[in-house]
């Protein structure tokens, strides 16, 4: 079914598609490749030596010596490693804040019981004083709900503000230019790379909530919801099973292009000299380094190349095939 | 209407605070590099450290007590704190924190002093800011008229529509400073041509008006580039707008009247296509600001981006944080600004209100 599939795509995708599972193979396969230098150690003998030259690097070395070829490839394997999981970490987050906004807006009422148990936790998780009078609540609130439950009373419900927050949340990140809060927030260099990838989660994630919110309003209406509600399924069953699958849709064409976007904003990031420690191989910093050495057009093509190819790529896998 | 904007504004203000907040109190856990950063001389005052040995240890650790008093970072970062001891307790610090003394500067109008320079925070921001708006508002201008005047060509479908859509969309997915970097080496190198040049900007001080020949062929490559980034989504979303206006019964009308195409386009489609691209110049104007930071840093102009680069990089909180709160007041102002011209655009918004 998948070759039948893939058979029948247009060629560009096709070369889209190839194209990233190549860039894909050499991240995963770069510390094993045979490469004549390593990446972070400069050959002084040899500094922006052209490509195709005598000595054994290929594509050139940089102003620092550093081998481009192999620069690449690293570089390679720090964007697939740092714009995949985050896309793919942001796009989940995403999907279930903004689907559970999008399911039950601002009317999922708790009982009163429940809200004990979550405030006794969180006093005891940030010790407040007296943490053990948190776990108290907290058993409390167990206790309350256990009754409730056996004796069929009911007790007073509460409202949760799930759309307030975190639309509110998403407004917020979105205020500010992308690339102005993360200069901000990645203030120095040395930032891990771990520390980035978090980064740049927490600030790309709004937009496929909004997206996943959208759909599931349209999703929560269609009747196939209002059988599984009239089938007395309960709530997180419905929306865990049934509307969620649905509500998803629109992040297929939208993971691609997030993708590309962090992929610019973390080449930006390493080009500005902010965020990953310089020993860490990157396109956007070879690309930086073409300042100090006008002259050296290997250092500028390769990973210009290799970037434009990659977001083009991206782009026209995001498109929806005719 | 009135009313939505101001809650407009008032949401966006409120976003606003709490990212400078954010900004502000995420600093802590880089306070010593920064006091260390913003040491006299720091690199002879560890050289002589490492000279003398431990006298010059003491003398050192003293000098760095003395500026992060001077800074104020030897107050407590908020309300409450958490002790380091084992039984990590909370404790009330009262107003004599750097939250509290933050905002209460920030609202009797003073945003500070940075740390490296000494000069106040505002001086600087408005010194880099005579820099970047006339470059982000040229750009702006510019971008805006080229995607109209675009947008209303492409949609009256003459031959190169499809070529050119191809073109936009190729450079729509580019990074800025990919494309700023490859002006540079095109057009401000000597190998190449050298039509431009490639640094030397100085902003005089008895204004702009000083030389402009030289002011304008400093600022064309950095305008071009910001204005390439932002045409492609502006003349696509207005392109497309007007091609589903085309088909409406209205339009079909103007047709039959006896209206050539491009009668049409300007007095009847035109207006009502504009409203989405409307939408989009509220989120155009702060991404200039970001499309500064790339834009400063390639073509060495002494402007916002280039400070807010700079000052992350020696981490000056003070003057990042009035950099987060200015690129928040240009947000405010872009939404201000929408509003008002969708008031111009669609006359039945003020009818409803």
């Given at each position: 079914?998948?070759?039948?599939?893939?058979?029948?795509?247009?060629?560009?995708?096709?070369?889209?598609?190839a194209?990233?599972?190549?860039?894909?193979?050499?991240?995963?396969?770069?510390?094993?490749?045979?490469?004549?230098?390593?990446?972070?150690?400069?050959?002084?003998?040899?500094?922006?030596?052209?490509?195709?030259?005598?000595?054994?690097?290929?594509?050139?070395?940089?102003?620092?010596?550093?081998?481009?070829?192999?620069?690449?490839i690293?570089?390679?394997?720090?964007?697939?490693?740092?714009?995949?999981?985050?896309?793919?970490?942001?796009?989940?987050?995403?999907a279930?804040?903004?689907?559970?906004?999008g399911f039950?807006?601002?009317?999922?009422?708790?009982?009163?019981?429940?809200?004990?148990?979550?405030?006794?936790?969180?006093?005891?998780?940030?010790?407040?004083?007296?943490?053990?009078?948190?776990?108290?609540?907290?058993?409390?609130g167990?206790?309350?709900?256990?009754?409730?439950?056996?004796?069929?009373?009911?007790?007073?419900?509460?409202?949760?503000?799930?759309?307030?927050?975190?639309?509110?949340?998403?407004?917020?990140?979105?205020?500010?230019?992308?690339?102005?809060?993360?200069?901000?927030?990645?203030?120095?260099?040395?930032?891990?790379?771990?520390?980035?990838?978090?980064?740049?989660?927490?600030t790309?994630?709004?937009?496929?909530?909004?997206?996943?919110?959208?759909?599931?309003?349209?999703?929560?209406?269609?009747?196939?919801?209002?059988a599984?509600?009239?089938?007395?399924?309960?709530?997180?069953?419905?929306?865990?099973?049934?509307?969620?699958?649905?509500?998803?849709?629109?992040?297929?064409?939208?993971?691609?292009?997030?993708?590309?976007?962090?992929?610019?904003?973390?080449?930006?990031?390493?080009f500005l000299?902010?965020?990953?420690?310089?020993?860490?191989?990157?396109?956007?910093?070879?690309?930086?380094?073409?300042?100090?050495?006008?002259?050296?057009w290997?250092?500028?093509?390769?990973?210009?190349?290799?970037?434009?190819?990659?977001?083009?790529?991206?782009?026209?896998?995001?498109?929806?095939?005719r | 209407?009135?009313?939505?904007?101001?809650?407009?504004?008032?949401?966006?203000?409120?976003?606003?605070?709490?990212?400078?907040?954010?900004?502000?109190?995420?600093?802590?856990r880089?306070?010593?590099?920064?006091?260390?950063?913003?040491?006299?001389?720091?690199?002879?005052a560890?050289?002589?450290?490492?000279?003398?040995?431990?006298?010059?240890?003491?003398?050192?650790?003293?000098?760095?007590?003395?500026?992060?008093?001077?800074?104020?970072?030897?107050?407590?970062?908020?309300?409450?704190?958490?002790?380091?001891?084992?039984?990590?307790?909370?404790?009330?610090?009262?107003?004599?924190?750097?939250?509290?003394?933050?905002?209460?500067?920030?609202?009797?109008?003073?945003?500070?002093?940075?740390?490296?320079?000494?000069?106040?925070?505002?001086?600087?921001?408005?010194?880099?800011?005579?820099?970047?708006?006339?470059?982000?508002?040229?750009?702006?201008?510019?971008?805006?008229?080229a995607?109209?005047?675009?947008?209303?060509?492409?949609?009256?479908?003459?031959?190169?529509?499809?070529?050119?859509?191809?073109?936009?969309?190729?450079?729509?997915?580019?990074?800025?400073?990919?494309?700023?970097?490859?002006?540079?080496?095109?057009?401000?190198?000597?190998?190449?041509?050298?039509?431009?040049?490639?640094?030397?900007?100085?902003?005089?001080a008895?204004?702009?008006?000083?030389?402009?020949?030289?002011?304008?062929?400093?600022?064309a490559?950095?305008?071009?580039?910001l204005?390439?980034?932002?045409?492609?989504?502006?003349?696509?979303?207005?392109?497309?707008?007007?091609?589903?206006?085309?088909?409406?019964?209205?339009?079909?009308?103007?047709?039959?009247?006896?209206?050539?195409?491009?009668?049409?386009?300007?007095?009847h489609?035109?207006?009502?296509?504009?409203?989405?691209?409307?939408t989009?110049?509220?989120?155009?104007?702060?991404?200039?600001?970001?499309?500064?930071?790339?834009?400063?840093?390639?073509?060495?102009?002494?402007?916002?981006g280039?400070?807010?680069?700079?000052?992350?990089?020696?981490?000056?909180?003070?003057?990042?944080?009035?950099?987060?709160?200015?690129?928040?007041?240009?947000?405010?102002?872009?939404?201000?600004?929408?509003?008002?011209?969708?008031?111009w655009?669609?006359?039945?918004i003020?009818?409803?209100?």
């Amino acid at each position: 079914m998948a070759i039948l599939t893939l058979s029948t795509l247009p060629l560009s995708r096709k070369l889209a598609l190839a194209w990233l599972a190549l860039l894909v193979l050499v991240a995963a396969l770069a510390p094993v490749l045979p490469l004549a230098y390593a990446p972070s150690t400069p050959d002084l003998a040899h500094i922006a030596q052209a490509p195709f030259g005598p000595s054994r690097h290929w594509l050139g070395t940089d102003p620092q010596g550093r081998d481009v070829l192999s620069v690449l490839i690293f570089g390679t394997r720090t964007a697939v490693l740092l714009t995949l999981p985050a896309a793919g970490l942001s796009a989940l987050l995403g999907a279930l804040t903004g689907g559970a906004a999008g399911f039950w807006g601002n009317s999922l009422r708790l009982e009163a019981s429940y809200w004990l148990m979550a405030a006794g936790i969180i006093w005891w998780a940030v010790a407040l004083p007296l943490p053990e009078a948190g776990l108290v609540g907290a058993g409390l609130g167990i206790a309350l709900a256990l009754a409730a439950r056996g004796g069929h009373r009911t007790l007073p419900t509460w409202p949760v503000p799930m759309e307030t927050v975190v639309m509110g949340t998403a407004t917020t990140i979105d205020t500010i230019p992308r690339l102005v809060l993360v200069v901000a927030m990645a203030a120095g260099t040395g930032i891990s790379t771990m520390g980035l990838l978090v980064l740049l989660t927490l600030t790309a994630w709004a937009h496929p909530a909004r997206l996943v919110r959208a759909q599931m309003l349209r999703v929560r209406a269609l009747p196939f919801i209002e059988a599984c509600r009239a089938a007395g399924l309960p709530g997180g069953r419905i929306w865990l099973r049934h509307a969620m699958p649905l509500a998803i849709q629109p992040l297929r064409t939208a993971f691609p292009l997030s993708v590309a976007g962090l992929l610019g904003l973390e080449s930006t990031l390493s080009f500005l000299g902010i965020g990953l420690p310089p020993d860490v191989a990157s396109w956007g910093r070879l690309l930086g380094t073409i300042r100090e050495e006008p002259a050296a057009w290997w250092i500028f093509t390769f990973p210009a190349i290799l970037l434009i190819t990659t977001i083009l790529s991206l782009n026209k896998l995001s498109r929806e095939p005719r | 209407m009135a009313r939505l904007a101001f809650w407009h504004l008032a949401r966006t203000v409120l976003a606003v605070w709490a990212l400078a907040s954010a900004v502000f109190l995420l600093s802590y856990r880089d306070q010593d590099a920064a006091a260390q950063l913003a040491l006299p001389d720091a690199s002879e005052a560890s050289a002589a450290s490492a000279s003398v040995g431990a006298s010059g240890a003491g003398q050192r650790s003293r000098q760095l007590a003395a500026v992060r008093q001077r800074l104020g970072l030897d107050l407590p970062l908020f309300y409450v704190s958490r002790a380091a001891g084992p039984d990590q307790q909370w404790h009330w610090n009262g107003p004599a924190n750097q939250y509290h003394r933050w905002v209460t500067n920030l609202l009797h109008g003073n945003l500070g002093t940075s740390f490296r320079t000494g000069q106040a925070v505002a001086t600087r921001l408005r010194a880099a800011l005579a820099c970047t708006l006339p470059l982000t508002g040229t750009a702006a201008v510019l971008a805006v008229l080229a995607a109209v005047v675009l947008g209303q060509r492409l949609a009256a479908r003459p031959w190169w529509h499809r070529p050119m859509r191809t073109a936009l969309t190729a450079v729509h997915g580019l990074p800025l400073f990919v494309v700023a970097l490859a002006l540079l080496l095109l057009f401000a190198n000597p190998d190449v041509f050298a039509w431009f040049p490639a640094y030397g900007f100085a902003p005089h001080a008895d204004g702009v008006a000083a030389d402009l020949g030289s002011y304008l062929t400093h600022l064309a490559l950095p305008v071009l580039a910001l204005v390439l980034t932002a045409l492609p989504e502006l003349t696509l979303q207005l392109e497309a707008a007007l091609t589903q206006e085309l088909r409406t019964d209205y339009a079909t009308t103007a047709r039959a009247k006896g209206l050539a195409e491009g009668a049409v386009i300007r007095h009847h489609a035109l207006r009502n296509a504009l409203l989405p691209t409307i939408t989009q110049l509220a989120a155009l104007l702060p991404a200039l600001v970001a499309g500064a930071v790339v834009v400063e840093v390639i073509f060495a102009l002494p402007g916002m981006g280039r400070l807010l680069a700079d000052a992350a990089a020696a981490r000056d909180y003070p003057v990042l944080v009035g950099g987060v709160l200015l690129t928040g007041a240009a947000r405010l102002l872009a939404l201000l600004l929408a509003d008002l011209l969708y008031l111009w655009a669609d006359p039945r918004i003020r009818w409803q209100s």
